[in-house]
């Protein structure tokens, strides 16, 4: 008599472990406050926009990595290259309000900084600011503030060290008005500083040329963004997983130097191919480089 109770006992703990799966998934999802078919503005500045016109710029990053783990955000780019606070706030109406999103995300203070004597300066960048999210708020718009990121590789240089008045502003801002804040600049530093500890050579660890991100600096700011709005680390984990799969997500040139008679034999091996010299080399780097990751 005992065989049957223990098998209908083994049957039960499989039917409550398959059926728990799905349940905890659904549970995950719906404790996420970004939900399916709410919209969201990207403002920013040149970060933002190469974040959007990239492959793997941290505004596709940010949607595609919603949608892996289940939700299809309608992203809405808006960013401007060279722009600062007092430029969004001239165009917060127009290209954020008017567009009725549920979400806005605000990257604003590289160039309040950068720009030097044609910057802003602290006291208006704050007002600045705190207009942008008074605005979104009066229209119902969630607001999640990034802080900006490093001017530079280098924590302790002159620009950075004025940065970090604006950021601890942006932190408290985003307290005062119960925003979602994703503290991108403490994230910068902390993995830039491990990277240095590590043995690497800082510089463009993160940065492409000092202050627009290279992957890996997209990258952070996608996951720290995501991380922002709720998504746990398995979450995360999995949307990197799928980042890592973006089709040309990384421009490799060959930067290769010939005699000029050699060039022209490379030329006419391409003509043969019916192709540009251009062609044939990058179809012949595109080819070696499968090749040795395959």
Not at 181 to 200: E, F, R, T, W
Not at 215 to 229: E, F, S
């Amino acid at each position: 008599m005992q065989k049957p109770t223990s098998l209908l006992l083994a049957m039960t703990l499989v039917v409550a472990f398959l059926t728990c799966i799905p349940m905890t998934c659904a549970e995950d999802l719906s404790s996420l406050p970004v939900k399916t078919g709410e919209k969201i503005v990207f403002l920013g500045d040149s970060i933002t926009a190469f974040g959007w016109n990239a492959p793997l710029g941290y505004v596709k990053l940010v949607v595609s990595g919603l949608e892996t783990n289940g939700v299809k955000v309608e992203p809405i780019p808006a960013g401007i290259s060279g722009q600062m606070s007092s430029d969004m706030l001239a165009r917060f109406a127009h290209d954020v309000v008017l567009k009725k999103p549920d979400w806005v995300t605000i990257s604003c203070g590289v160039n309040d900084v950068w720009h030097g004597t044609n910057g802003v300066e602290l006291d208006a960048y704050k007002t600045n600011m705190t207009a942008m999210v008074d605005q979104a708020q009066a229209a119902k718009i969630k607001v999640v503030i990034l802080t900006a990121t490093m001017i530079k590789e280098e924590p302790t240089n002159a620009l950075n060290q004025k940065l970090a008045a604006y950021n601890e502003f942006l932190r408290n801002l985003a307290v005062e008005k119960k925003c979602v804040l994703a503290d991108l600049n403490a994230q910068m530093q902390a993995s830039i500083a491990d990277s240095v500890k590590a043995g690497a050579k800082p510089g463009n660890l993160l940065t492409a040329d000092g202050v627009h991100m290279n992957p890996d600096g997209n990258i952070m700011m996608g996951r720290g963004v995501l991380k922002a709005l709720g998504l746990k680390q398995t979450q995360l984990d999995k949307a990197d997983a799928a980042w890592l799969e973006i089709p040309d997500g990384v421009d490799i040139k060959a930067n290769d130097k010939m005699t000029l008679g050699k060039f022209h034999k490379l030329q006419k091996v391409a003509s043969e191919q019916k192709q540009s010299v251009q062609q044939y080399s990058d179809a012949l780097l595109a080819k070696t480089l499968k090749d040795a990751v395959k």
